[in-house]
């Protein structure tokens, strides 16, 4: 999708082009160009966004790998009776509503 938007990107700044050119007034021309440009850059800032969206993406993926690897599995928790968040059966009020009737 990424090349995608790149190549259609670098399509309408040649149509923008061509379509300047065939207008037949230098004020035709200048519009069409800089439509062209602008439609392209924004075209280009799309797919850096989703690039830079897929890498945080990865990054977020391994972060949970490298977590579940490092908090153990079969760890104790409580279960709050006012937000019904889980905690660690080693504390002794919930950290996210501080309610102490665990």
Known sequence: MIF???????VV???GIITGI????????????FGSIVLSI???ALAQIINNQEDLFDQLKEQELTISRIVPKNKKVNKCSNCKSEYD????SCPYCGSNNG
Do not use: D, T
């Open 22 to 33: 065939f207008s037949g007034s230098f004020i035709g021309f200048l519009m069409s160009v």
């Open 13 to 15: 700044i040649i149509v």
């Open 89 to 92: 059966i080693k504390m002794n």
């Open 4 to 10: 995608g938007l790149y190549i259609v990107g670098i």
């Open 42 to 44: 924004i075209l280009f």
